[in-house]
């Protein structure tokens, strides 16, 4: 028998598509040597070019999923996607408390690639209050960084990522990776920072197209290397590497937008010349 693999266990969303939310979760764990485990929070109507609607699971069955397996097998990573409602907010929160040890990473969905929304202003409060404050890592990017941390709509637009940032931390998070994908620059910049400030910034180059589950890859791939013991500077790098890779090597499979290729590496020149 061998030694099984790590363990990271995913609270998200389904997508039929593929995309993003579970299914992209498991794709990216597995193909980084981890056993994903998954609970899942929501179902969706959505394909690659947006979301339709949202069914929010029963928060006593989020909680269940998560806790009969906790019970079961050691986790060495969390994992949160989106969400769905307030109180599956609660429940989630009730169940990594009774975990302080695992890492906690967070990517805060907030909207689709389209703009749709999934999050109203009463799950943002609850994620503020009760998930920001236990997660080793939050990973937004620059909209949602902004909008998280707003105290009023007009600071949308002026307020400064570094800000953003240190609001984040003063919320009880230990560390922020706010992605720069939407920010106007020549290269994409992400970076991470703790209560001191910036820890490192990383410039990749900014690839054509949209991309359909970049970010679930992206925190995915940040839980992955969590569980293989990797500190969080070399699992944030470690993680963007794999993600652009991944972004690089997408594919479109329907009319919206790019999904990334989660098994880049195992395609050889051939395959990857016939995607482009």
């Known amino acids: 028998m061998s030694k099984p693999p ?10 039929p598509s593929g995309g993003a939310g579970i299914q992209a979760d498991i794709l990216t764990l597995a193909s980084m040597g981890c056993h994903p485990l998954s609970v899942i929070t929501a179902v969706t109507v959505q394909d690659t070019i947006g979301v339709e609607s949202i069914l929010a699971l029963d928060p006593e069955w989020v909680a269940d999923q998560a806790r009969i397996v906790l019970e079961d097998m050691p986790v060495d990573a969390f994992k949160i996607g989106l969400l769905g409602s307030v109180e599956i907010i609660v429940a989630i929160a009730e169940v990594i408390a009774d975990y302080p040890d695992i ?16 999050a109203n202003e009463q799950i943002i409060a ?19 960084a902004r909008r998280l941390v707003l105290e009023s709509e007009d600071e949308l637009e002026i307020i400064e990522l570094k800000q953003s940032a ?7 998070c230990e560390y922020a990776l706010i992605t720069g994908t939407h920010e106007n620059t020549v290269k994409v910049v992400n970076t991470l920072y703790d209560s001191n400030g910036v820890i490192r ?24 290397s969590f569980a293989h013991g990797m500190s969080v500077t070399e699992s944030v790098y470690e993680a963007q590497d794999y993600t652009w890779h991944a972004l690089k090597s997408g594919f479109r499979p329907g009319m919206g937008q790019y999904l990334p290729d989660r098994l880049f590496w195992a395609s050889d020149e051939t395959d990857l010349e016939e995607k482009k």
């Open 6 to 15: 790590p363990t990271v266990l995913s609270f998200a969303a389904s997508d």
């Open 103 to 118: 890492p906690v990473v967070l990517d805060p969905i907030l909207a689709s690639g389209r703009g749709d929304p999934l």
């Open 126 to 144: 609850a994620m503020r209050d009760l998930l920001i404050p236990q997660v080793t890592i939050i990973t937004p990017n620059s909209i949602e």
């Open 166 to 172: 240190a609001r984040l931390l003063q919320m009880g």
């Open 201 to 224: 910034a990383d410039e990749w180059q900014r690839l054509p197209g949209s991309y359909h589950g970049s970010g679930c890859t992206l925190s995915s791939a940040i839980a992955a």
